[in-house]
């Protein structure tokens, strides 16, 4: 039975580039597998970039700071995590050592997977 995925996303969508378009690929992929994906930027994405995304059904959010460890992005993405119940928590750009795992785990999400760019 399909779920939700949250992928968190450390970036500034300004543009449409190789992130905006890694994100987008993913969201249509689990959409026409039945699964719902939200997307959790550093920012609010532009106009244009929003428009992108509107056309592959995805949810954005916004967890600001999220490359920081402090308690506004914890908080932030806490909400998040409650709201959407995801089944997977894919993070990108966040760093080997963050709260996040910790913080999927107190919200019940299954699995959480981790790209490391670095």
């Given at each position: 039975?399909?779920?939700?995925?949250?992928?968190?996303?450390?970036?500034?969508?300004?543009?449409?580039?190789?992130?905006?378009?890694?994100?987008?690929?993913?969201?249509?992929?689990?959409?026409?597998?039945g699964w719902r994906c939200v997307i959790c930027f550093r920012r609010e994405p532009v106009e244009s970039v929003?428009?992108?995304?509107?056309?592959?059904?995805?949810?954005?959010?916004?967890?600001?700071?999220?490359?920081?460890?402090?308690?506004?992005?914890?908080?932030?993405?806490?909400?998040?995590?409650?709201?959407?119940?995801p089944d997977v928590l894919h993070l990108n750009f966040a760093g080997l050592i963050s709260p996040y795992p910790?913080?999927?785990?107190?919200?019940?999400?299954?699995?959480?997977?981790?790209?490391?760019?670095?």
């Amino acid at each position: 039975m399909p779920g939700c995925v949250m992928c968190i996303l450390s970036a500034v969508p300004t543009r449409i580039g190789g992130v905006e378009m890694f994100a987008r690929e993913l969201s249509s992929q689990l959409a026409s597998a039945g699964w719902r994906c939200v997307i959790c930027f550093r920012r609010e994405p532009v106009e244009s970039v929003r428009r992108f995304f509107e056309m592959s059904g995805t949810t954005i959010e916004v967890v600001p700071d999220t490359g920081d460890l402090n308690w506004t992005s914890c908080r932030h993405a806490a909400r998040l995590l409650r709201r959407y119940r995801p089944d997977v928590l894919h993070l990108n750009f966040a760093g080997l050592i963050s709260p996040y795992p910790w913080l999927a785990r107190c919200c019940s999400v299954r699995r959480v997977l981790l790209t490391d760019q670095a």
